[in-house]
């Protein structure tokens, strides 16, 4: 006989406000630049953020003294696909784009702050608008969206 669990949803730690970016920079220029104009100390983590076999970047920056995680995260990921084509391209492989968010293809990256005690993440926001090739940075609010679960991590 199969065992069955069911997973509270009072067990996710759901409790982190998000910034929406989009830019076309590189996830590694953007970390940068972020760096420059704020506090945090972005670095490229040892492991991406899996979700369904597709790995996304991931630059996280933990700050002891006020309990605040930060994590950068790229919304879009391509993977190589070695379907079973038949015909002339039958040997080709093809590239699939993924979405973490797939309600909001048009986000290029996240930044997420995990905190103890919610902060208001208002200056940080006001940074980020000023890095030049910033088109546009906002709060999007976590309850609104229907992948969630996939930042939970």
């Given amino acids: 006989m199969a065992a069955v669990y069911k997973i509270s949803e009072e067990c996710f730690d759901d409790s982190f406000?998000?910034?929406a970016i989009h830019t076309n920079l590189e996830s590694y220029q953007l970390a940068y630049f972020i760096n420059s104009v704020t506090d945090l100390q972005l670095a490229r983590s040892f492991?991406?953020?899996v979700v369904d076999t597709v790995a996304y970047a991931l630059y996280e920056y933990k700050d002891a003294i006020s309990e605040e995680d930060w994590f950068l995260m790229a919304n879009k990921a391509q993977k190589e696909d070695t379907g079973l084509a038949e015909g002339l391209f039958s040997q080709s492989n093809t590239?699939?784009?993924y979405h973490l968010l797939e309600e909001r293809k048009d986000i290029n990256y996240l930044l997420k702050l995990s905190a103890e005690q919610t902060i208001q993440i208002?200056?940080?926001?006001?940074?980020?608008?000023?890095?030049?090739?910033v088109r546009m940075a906002y709060a999007l609010e976590p309850e609104t969206l229907k992948s969630k679960k996939n930042l939970i991590f």
Avoid: C, F, H
């Avoid at 208002?122 to 090739?133: A, C, D, R, Y």
């Fill in 47 to 49: 492991r991406d953020l």
């Fill in 17 to 19: 406000e998000l910034i």
């Fill in 95 to 97: 590239l699939i784009t």
């Fill in 122 to 133: 208002n200056n940080v926001l006001e940074q980020i608008k000023s890095i030049p090739k």
